[in-house]
């Protein structure tokens, strides 16, 4: 079993902090750290018609990022983070604290979850992609056990 990770605000910690564990390589393939919408775009392949209908911090762009890391990586399992940490907004409608987490097993309906986390915003990026290892994990444990 062999797991990759798109991030886009939590940029690399999710990563990051499964790197910290040791024999981490065993499993864990690689992040694609897509921070902007041309990086998802040209990376993941996200589509331009999704980012212009639904947003960069959408349950749909993060859907289509956890996509497109199980098909660039060929990994098994993947996740993704997307999401407006703040301290200002991006001149949409989301507001800030707000991050879409995506997971997808190979063969598998990929599912997203919505959270809203109100602290400053490396707290946020802290809190996002410990939700993101923790979703990735309920998700593996309820498909494999």
């Known amino acids: 079993m062999r797991i990759a990770a798109a991030e886009s605000c939590t940029a690399g ?3 990051d902090l499964l790197a910290r564990t040791s024999g981490a390589s065993a499993v864990f393939w690689g992040s694609f ?3 902007t919408a041309d990086a998802k775009k040209s990376m993941l392949g996200v589509g331009s018609e999704t980012l212009a209908k639904y947003g960069l911090v959408s349950g749909e762009c993060a859907l289509a990022m956890v996509r497109g890391a199980l098909d660039k990586s060929g990994v098994d399992a993947a996740f993704s983070i ?15 604290g707000t991050v ?12 997203a979850v ?3 986390f109100n602290s400053p915003r ?10 993101a290892l923790e979703q990735i994990l309920a998700k593996l444990e309820q498909e494999y056990r």
């Open 33 to 35: 750290v897509c921070y």
């Open 114 to 116: 919505k959270y809203h």
């Open 122 to 131: 490396n707290e946020l990026r802290l809190k996002a992609a410990r939700a």
């Open 82 to 96: 997307t999401g407006l940490a703040g301290p200002d907004g991006d001149g949409s409608e989301v507001p800030v």
């Open 13 to 15: 910690l999710a990563a």
């Open 100 to 111: 879409w987490i995506a997971v997808a097993l190979r063969g598998k309906t990929a599912e």
